[in-house]
């Protein structure tokens, strides 16, 4: 990744290497420079058993692969999140767009909220972001029509949070079984 500001993508599957590609990513800008940064904005939350020992299993693994990447926790306020931690020398890494529209859309507390606004916040930031942002996201849209209407209105919504983060990126990877495919490189 070269020292110029630029944003990526990162599409794919369950498991199919997107994280992977994000940390690796992290990893290839902080050995480019001692004065670079990374910084992991996560935004899983731990709702059940389960969940914690996934989220506990990511930060052991991120932090071996990944040693000098900062974690940050941020469920909802993510626009604001990149916008506090972006910098001239700091690649932000957003993993994942996938739960946080999840925290928007399904809220363990309180009413569902409308992700219009907080996707044009977020898309904004990463226009202006002073550094370096990759983000990670689901493509869930590849199989057959879910069947509840609340499944639904979740796959319609990514697709359009993907669709509007893919159009400001410089950068956007599809990954398949480990590999990434190029959608678009603006370079």
């Known amino acids: 990744m070269a020292e110029t500001v630029r944003s990526e993508l990162i599409l794919g599957g369950q498991r199919s290497g997107k994280s992977r590609r994000a940390e690796l990513l992290a990893r290839q800008w902080l050995d480019a420079s001692p004065a670079h940064r990374a910084v992991m904005v996560a935004t899983g939350q731990a709702w059940d058993d389960e969940m914690r020992e996934r989220i506990a299993r990511h930060r052991r693994d991120r932090a071996e692969r990944v040693p000098g990447m900062r974690t940050v926790e941020e469920p909802l306020a993510l626009a ?3 916008q506090a931690h972006s910098a001239s020398q700091t ?3 957003v993993d994942c767009l996938t739960l946080w529209l999840t925290n928007l859309m399904m809220p363990a507390e309180g009413a569902p909220g409308d992700p219009d606004a907080p996707t044009f916040a977020l898309c904004n930031a990463i226009g202006h972001a002073h550094g370096p942002v990759v983000l990670v996201s689901n493509e869930i849209g590849l199989g057959v029509i879910p069947m509840g209407r ?15 983060v893919a159009t400001v990126c410089a950068r ?8 990434p495919l190029t959608l678009k490189d603006v370079s």
Do not use: S
């Open 91 to 93: 690649l932000v890494v």
């Open 80 to 82: 604001e999140a990149v």
């Open 172 to 179: 956007v990877t599809l990954m398949a079984a480990g590999l």
């Open 150 to 164: 609340d499944v639904r209105a979740f796959v319609d919504a990514l697709g359009g949070l993907n669709q509007r």
